[in-house]
T-cell receptor
Framework: DGGITQSPKYLFRKEGQNVTLSCEQNLNHDAMYWYRQDPGQGLRLIYYSQIVNDFQKGDIAEGYSVSREKKESFPLTVTSAQKNPTAFYLC???????????FGSGTQLSVL | GDSVTQMEGPVTLSEEAFLTINCTYTATGYPSLFWYVQYPGEGLQLLLKATKADDKGSNKGFEATYRKETTSFHLEKGSVQVSDSAVYFCALLKTSYDKVIFGPGTSLSVIP
């Protein structure tokens, strides 16, 4: 089945630690996105990529980093510089143009 | 900048009641408009879309009409079911930069 897979479902970060969230898609989509969702708030764009080896900052990129070495994969690293990382993180993919986004089931990141 | 505003929730309705969730947008030009739905613990799914003025998107009994004169895209359903309980996000896309901008979401609870 085609789809987009995020892992892990739950992740805990210790103070000063970097953690990486995985996002893989087998939909052959060019574009991939990372969103952050806080309780009672909408989705805020962290980073997006429209082609392999290229990505752009979204609205809240500080404290995060990404890579796009393969079309299928778009991992997100939450660095120690992100002082308030507790949130639900959603990865999405779509064809260039964004007419329809497909979302993963999300990763809940919490701080220990 | 471009933005999406939705009515605040949570909205609580009895089964078979009529649903309206208001959505207005601010954007130059002619964006595409979307409604996404998020069930508990899951990612978002596209519910319906409209790409030009006066278009009506529809799916699963939900409808929304693209009103350029009022910059609105209100979501309606004639008779809600318990299974419609979810968070609903209005969103817009401007193809000039291929980013989808989401509203804050409206939580809907339908009680038997």
């Amino acid at each position: 089945d085609g789809g987009i897979t995020q892992s892990p479902k739950y992740l805990f970060r210790k103070e000063g630690q970097n953690v990486t969230l995985s996002c893989e898609q087998n939909l052959n989509h060019d574009a991939m996105y990372w969103y952050r969702q806080d309780p009672g708030q909408g989705l805020r764009l962290i980073y997006y990529s429209q082609i392999v080896n290229d990505f752009q900052k979204g609205d809240i990129a500080e404290g995060y980093s990404v890579s796009r070495e393969k079309k299928e994969s778009f991992p997100l690293t939450v660095t120690s510089a992100q002082k308030n990382p507790t949130a639900f993180y959603l990865c999405a993919s779509g064809t260039t143009g964004g007419e329809k986004l497909f979302f993963g089931s999300g990763t809940q990141l919490s701080v220990l | 900048g471009d933005s999406v505003t939705q009515m605040e929730g949570p909205v609580t309705l009895s089964e078979e009641a009529f649903l309206t969730i208001n959505c207005t947008y601010t954007a130059t030009g002619y964006p595409s408009l979307f409604w996404y739905v998020q069930y508990p613990g899951e990612g978002l799914q596209l519910l319906l879309k409209a790409t030009k003025a006066d278009d009506k998107g529809s799916n699963k009994g939900f409808e929304a009409t693209y009103r350029k004169e009022t910059t609105s895209f209100h979501l309606e359903k004639g008779s809600v079911q318990v299974s419609d309980s979810a968070v609903y996000f209005c969103a817009l896309l401007k193809t000039s930069y291929d980013k989808v901008i989401f509203g804050p979401g409206t939580s809907l609870s339908v009680i038997p």
